[in-house]
């Protein structure tokens, strides 16, 4: 099995910053795309960013310029740097994570952490 354990959440103020990780235990193996999806109140979870092994990355537009994806391999890690953020940033982020084990394929999801962007 697969655990993903994310951290860095919390309160911000509008045009702050914050920084969460996310990284996999267990029988990871060979660990392939990592990313953040979140689900604000009342809405559908959606793809925030995806890196994956070679480090091409995929953005939703409403975060491109404003929001970096990164990759540890060494740690088995994904990161989420939010600068300039905005109210309707508000979420609980997700952080996903597909791979090959010799169990097989794996797709797992951490417990999410609370984002909130509030002046």
């Known amino acids: 099995q697969v655990q993903l354990v994310e951290s860095g959440g919390g309160l911000v103020q509008p045009g702050g910053s914050l920084r969460l990780s996310c990284a996999a235990s267990?029988?990871?193996?060979?660990?392939?795309?990592m990313g953040w999806n979140r689900q604000a109140p009342g809405k559908q979870r959606e793809l925030v960013a995806v890196i994956r092994p070679g480090g091409s990355t995929n953005y939703a537009d409403s975060v491109k310029g404003r929001f970096t994806i990164s990759r540890d391999n060494a740690k088995n890690t994904v990161y989420l740097q939010m600068n300039s953020l905005k109210p309707e940033d508000t979420a609980v982020y997700y952080c996903?994570?597909?791979?090959?084990?010799?169990?097989?394929?794996?797709?797992?999801w951490g417990q999410g952490t609370q984002v909130t962007v509030s002046s």
């Open positions: 996903n994570a597909k791979g090959d084990s010799p169990s097989g394929w794996y797709d797992v």
């Open positions: 267990g029988s990871i193996f060979s660990l392939n795309a």
